[in-house]
Structure formats: C-alpha cells, structure tokens
C-alpha cells in the first residue's frame, strides 16, 4: 500500500491543528458572550429588584400594602419587558404584573430573612418567549413583618435571537477559517517541500555516467543540508566504486590478454609446421605455466570474491607471527640472496586467527618487498605486542619509495604504481597486497602503506585475543 505524501500528512495535521484551535475559540466566544448578556440580565434584575425593595420600605403599617400594587405598578411604567410579583409569607400574591406568568418554584423559593442575595437565577419559557428572572426576600416598614418575597423577571427574546444568529455567524466564519487554513496548510507545505522536490529533479539526471554531479548545499534549507551531504558522499563513494570497477575490468582484460595471447602465439607456431617430439614438449611445458599463471590468477580473484561477499570466515587459533615469520624466511632465502636482500626480524607476538591466511597475507608482503628492495638492502619484520593487547606486525624495506597519491590505491586490485611496468611473470598480477587486505580485514585488523625518506613499510595491526572475528 502506497504511503500518504508529506505534502498530504502536513496538511493534515494543519488543518486538525487549527481545527481543534478554531472550535476552542468559537466555543470560548460563544460562552464568553452569552455569559456578558447574562451578566447584563442580571444587573438589571438587581436595579429593578432594589426598586421594588424600595417601594416596599415605604410601608410603615399593615394599612400601608394596600397602596403597594399601585406603587409597583406606577414605578415599573415603561419598562415593558419588566415582570414583578410579590409573595407574602403566607404564599398569598400580593402583586403581579400584568400577563406575567411566573415558575412555580420561583414563586414558592424559601429565602433566607437576612440573606440580601437574591437565588439562583432561572430561566424559562412560556408562549414562545424566554425569560430570566430572580427571586429575593424583601423587608417592609413594618414592624414585626415577616419579609416578603420578590420576584422580578425580564425578556430575554432578543438576547437569545442575538445569540442565535451569532452562534450561526461564528459557525460558519469557523467553518471558512477550516477550509482556508487546509489551503494555506497545503500551499505552504507544497512551497515548503519545493526544495525536496527540486533535489528530486536534480538526482533523476545523475547517471551511472553522471556521477561527479554533485547537489549544492548551501542552495537547500537548512534541515536539508544533512540529506545534501550525505547524498554527496553516497555519490562520491559509488564514482570511486565505478572507477574502480572499471580499472578492474580493464586490468582484468589486459592481464587475461597477456598470457592468452602467448598462448595463441606458441600454439600457432608449434602447429605451422611439422616438429620434432622434443619440440612439442617444450611447447607445451611453456603453455602448461600460463596456464598456471592463469589458474593462480582465478584463484586469487575467486579468494577475493569470497571475501567481498563475507564468505571468508578465518579459523579461531593462535598464530606465533615470530615462527610463522622464520619459516617464510626459509622459504624466500634462495630468492632474497638472488636480489642480494637481507632478511631480519625482530619482536615477537601471538594473534587470533586463521594461521595459513594470516601466513599467506605476511608472504605476499615479504615477496613484494624483496623484489623492491636494491642489492645489499635488507627487508625487516618488526612485529610488537603493545599492552592494550593489540599486536603490530610491520614490513619494511628500503628502496626508491612510494609517492603519496599512490598510497591509497597500493590495494586495489592490479593497481601498480608503474603503469608500464607490466611484467607479471615476475611481478604478479598485481594481487597480492588486495588479498593481503582482504585477509587482514578478515581478522578485524587493519592494514597501512607509509613511505617516506627512501623506505617503504606495510604496517598490520591485529586486535586482541578477545576480539571477534
């Protein structure tokens, strides 16, 4: 299932973002205004309240409420939405405005002698009008009077009618704001992912025969930066990936070029004419050493092949690099006294690991720096086993040395510092010190060519015993 776009899921949360800010607000203004009218309700009720309290003071003797109705009526002309009723203690009506309909829980509310609040304000309808009333005990003049009880109530129709419409506006000013807020969301998401979009055009023009293109940097935003680089990085790595493929396969076939052709040429001459027995032995003992130059040359690349697809698994022993050392010594003695090289070695150290890879890693290396080394030289392996438990094997060899842009390349497959020095017959091809990597990075060592000041040193270091491998 495809995943929703970036541009879709910013929008989203936008617009649910500004959604669930807009309902607050209009829900807050609604309550806000609705409770100001409220409010506005009941400071009038409270002025018309102290009327009536007023009016009722001015009783001095029980003769005296006869004249209160129409005082009350007298005193509430023109307020026309205005309703007042007076209760007596006895529950008896004393006065009501005309057509005022009151709740009867309003009515009969039991208020306090010495409480000047009025209750709890009530709100009802009656013949499709609203009101909002109060209820409040009231004193008269006489003496001994039990308070009365006032109730004063007032249309509310246009404040609801208000209220109504209102709610209606601000619904659908919110609604508006929804669907606005969602386009802007979704504009500024699609101009705020335009940088994304442009490195997406600039990556679909970069090709296998392409890739030192690189994306500018300091051209995206900020937060883009880091994809930039690291993009940049990726692409450096795969030209030099495809670099080195390419001096591989071009190596490759020159190498394979060499002996087949001295093959074809041998073979073509041995059968232009009729030979001797001799003759075609001799023939074919020189096809049968490029043919082994050629099966050690696929032998090496399959040993590398294998340890590119991490199926070189070294075995878990100890190696003596000291003994393993002596016994190549002896190996290469008649080689290095035909160079008039010396052999020296120094130090001492035991390693985990695989003991004829790591063997065969430290015979590449002396075999290459015997033949570079000028008569009379001498080739020295330094081995020394630090306390961290790391053990450093080094050889060296004295000799013409490397210049430094070489350094990094020494192992790469067929790589050769000499380009027209192609003598594999005695030279190799060109293998040895990849394999020599390949075995060493196997073991979770590390490998490192140094040359400086006429001398050439191939240092390996392996970890400690408790290392994995």
């Known amino acids: 299932m495809r995943s929703k776009s970036i541009t879709f899921r910013l929008t989203l949360f936008f617009s649910t973002a500004s959604t669930a800010v807009l309902l607050v607000v209009g829900t807050l203004i609604g309550t806000l205004v609705e409770a100001h009218f409220e409010e506005q309700d009941l400071t009038g009720l409270n002025a018309k309240l102290e009327l009536v309290r007023y009016t009722l003071t001015k009783a001095r003797a029980p003769a005296d409420l006869a004249a209160v109705p129409q005082s009350l ?60 009333g109060i209820a409040a005990a009231a004193v008269t003049g006489i003496a001994g009077q039990p308070p009365l009880t006032v109730v ?14 209102f709610r209606k506006s601000l619904w659908l000013a919110i609604t508006a704001s929804i669907a606005l807020t969602a386009l802007l969301g979704w504009i500024a998401a699609r101009r705020g992912l335009a940088p994304v979009r442009e490195l997406a055009r600039l990556t679909h023009g970069i090709s296998a025969s392409r890739l030192g293109e690189r994306l500018p940097p300091e051209s995206v935003p900020t937060e883009l930066v880091d994809l930039a680089i690291a993009f940049n990085g990726m692409l450096a790595r795969l030209e030099d990936s495809f670099r080195r493929l390419s001096d591989f396969s071009s190596d490759l076939a020159h190498e394979l070029r060499t002996p087949i052709s001295n093959l074809m040429t041998q073979t073509q001459v041995a059968i232009s004419k009729a030979r001797s027995a001799d003759q075609y032995r001799e023939v074919l003992y020189s096809n049968l050493e490029e043919y082994e130059r050629l099966a050690r040359m696929i032998a090496d690349m399959l040993f590398l092949a294998k340890a590119d697809n991490g199926l070189m698994v070294p075995s878990s022993e100890m190696a003596d690099l000291a003994a393993e050392a002596r016994e190549l010594f002896g190996f290469y003695e008649a080689f290095a006294e035909e160079h008039g090289v010396g052999l020296v070695l120094a130090g001492a150290g035991v390693v985990p690991g695989d003991r004829l890879m790591i063997r065969r890693a430290l015979s590449n290396l002396l075999s290459n720096a015997i033949r570079h080394t000028p008569r009379d030289g001498s080739v020295k392996v330094l081995i020394d086993q630090r306390k961290s438990g790391e053990t450093q094997l080094t050889v060296g060899n004295p000799g013409e040395g490397i210049e430094p842009e070489h ?3 020494l192992f790469d497959r067929f790589y050769r510092v000499d380009r027209s020095r192609q003598k594999a017959s005695s030279d190799g091809a060109g293998l040895g010190l990849a394999i020599t990597k390949s075995i060493v990075d196997a073991h979770k060592g590390t490998i490192q060519a140094l040359s400086s000041n006429g001398s050439t040193r191939f240092v390996i270091t392996f970890p400690a015993a408790g290392a994995e491998l």
């Open 73 to 132: 009526a007298n005193a509430l002309v023109g307020h026309h939405d205005l309703s007042v009723a007076v209760v007596g203690s006895d529950r008896k009506l004393l006065f009501k405005s005309s057509g005022a309909i009151f709740p009867t829980p309003l009515l009969e509310a039991r208020l306090s002698e010495d409480s000047s609040r009025p209750a709890k304000p009530v709100v009802w309808e009656r013949d499709g009008h609203a009101y909002r």
């Open 152 to 165: 004063v109530a007032i249309n509310i129709d246009h404040h609801q009618m208000f209220m109504e419409a």
């Open 407 to 409: 350094l990094p390349r």
